[in-house]
């Protein structure tokens, strides 16, 4: 009886160490996934479909990121994992096998 007793002390104890407790006098928000840098970056679809069936290259990343008016170009080759979250900061280009951009589009 006794080593059970005290077999399962360290056990509590180790139990109890990872317990979170709850934030004094705070609140349960989450904070934004983007912090802005100050620029005023809102992705705009407007004509870029004019991108569709090019090659994909540096430089049709960067005339498409300066159309859309965004910070970022995630660039998606078949068969890539990618995330499923919507940046307004972000456009995504989508490439077949070729390389060339199969479609376009903010997020």
Known sequence: MRF??????????????????????????????????GGNYNCENADLAEFAGKT???????????????????VVKPGMAVTMDYRIDRLTVMLDDNGKIESISCG
Not at 23 to 36: L, W, Y
Not at 62 to 73: C, D, G, M, T, Y
């Open 4 to 37: 059970a007793l005290f077999s399962a002390l360290p056990l509590c104890a180790a139990m109890t160490a990872c317990a979170t407790s709850p934030s004094s006098g705070g609140s349960n928000e989450v904070p934004p996934a983007i912090q802005s840098d």
């Open 56 to 74: 994909g290259s540096a430089e049709v990343y960067e005339q498409a990121r300066i159309k859309a008016n965004v910070r970022h170009v995630r």
